[in-house]
């Protein structure tokens, strides 16, 4: 499915997302779940940046609103809280958390079905960086 905004592809996003079993970590002994990388192409923006200045770090939280432009769409496991990668505008790539993915309204019915296969899915991503 390709998206009319597939033209402006503007970042690239690497979630790590869970895969089937687990495995022991060697150092702790905890079984953990395996995972793997799913990557997208998107169309951001950057919406906002916020500094926060603390005795002897400072924080910038920055905010990336958009729609997911790969042909695939967005993989079922990449939800609320997902981690991953951003590359955005060509810039060096940073750690990402999703705060929303897909629309609020869904991806089928008329109104759902059409802004999805015109506009793809729509995520919500925030980076913080500690200087």
Not at 42 to 56: I, Q, R
Not at 65 to 81: I, K, P, W
Not at 96 to 102: D, F, G, K, P, S
Request: proline share 3%; with cysteine; aromatic share 6%.
């Amino acid at each position: 499915m390709a998206t009319a905004l597939a033209a402006l592809d503007n970042a690239t996003v690497t979630f790590t997302v869970t895969a089937s079993g687990t495995t022991v970590d060697a150092d702790t002994g905890n079984v953990v779940p395996n995972t793997t990388t799913v990557q997208v192409s998107a169309y951001l923006k950057g919406e906002s940046v916020n500094e926060v200045v603390y005795p002897g770090v400072n924080q910038v939280t920055t905010l990336f609103e958009g729609y997911v432009t790969s042909t695939s769409g967005l993989d079922a496991r990449v939800v609320a809280g997902t981690t991953g990668q951003l590359t955005f505008a060509g810039q060096t790539s940073v750690d990402c958390e999703v705060l929303e993915a897909r629309l609020p309204y869904g991806t089928s019915g008329l109104l759902g079905g059409t802004l999805a296969s015109a506009l793809g899915p729509k995520i919500r991503l925030v980076s913080r960086k500690q200087t």
